[in-house]
């Protein structure tokens, strides 16, 4: 028969092991830009017996725990895939105070006044008070020095390549520059200074919670040569133990940057 601890003797032991990895953590091995696909909020609200909108919420005030988490570990960028194209199509009840959460969470990280606040995705499908609180967060944190903080809304992969790929081609086009001419000067980096993350170093490792093991269209781009990390924890459950764990598994690996 199996005796459960007691919280408080469960907590301490959580915490004493927590420390254990961490003080095992070699932090020239930690990954500077780690992307995260914060999955499973609803799933824990149901298993918890709570609402969906509780489980978004619950979800966003994990958030400035993570944060929190890289900031101690010197990760220097986190991208946040907060809603996805596919988001968009689910129904007005549910879209609705999940746009009001994460519009809540965003002014939150800006006022925060630790974290540079930059929006990834395409704003032209956001509702228009979602696209001025992420306009707003962005100019309010572009001096901080802080962890640079992408917060993915209304972010598809494929969405963020054509993307990129029409504003090459109005570019040029404003430049004059010929189809052929284009096509001749058309590479990686050239599509690379057109992607939301333009500038940025692309994710060393991406962490998906609540145990799917698939991207799902995220940072397909710049992915490439990612890490991935999948772990079996629903998003709002997420522990530092487990992010620490995600940390010592990348630093464990050797990465080729290849086949």
Known sequence: MRIPYPPALRNLVYRLYARRVEGRLDHTQVPKHIGVILDGNRRWARADGRTTE???QAGADKISELLGWCEETDVEVVTLWLLSTDNLDRPEAEL???LGIIENTVRGLAADGRWRVHHVGN????PTATQRVLKESEQATADNKG???NVAVGYGGRQEIADAVRSLLLEHAARGTSFEQLAEIVDIDLISEHLYTRGQPDPDLVIRTSG???LS???LWQSAHSEYYF???FWPAFRKVDFLRAL???AARHRRYGF
């Open 147 to 149: 962890v640079l903080v």
């Open 123 to 126: 704003r032209d499908l956001l």
């Open 217 to 219: 269209g995220f940072m």
């Open 248 to 250: 010592r598994d990348y």
């Open 54 to 56: 509780q489980g978004h």
């Open 96 to 98: 609705k105070p999940l």
């Open 231 to 233: 772990c079996e924890v």
């Open 212 to 214: 799917e093991q698939r």
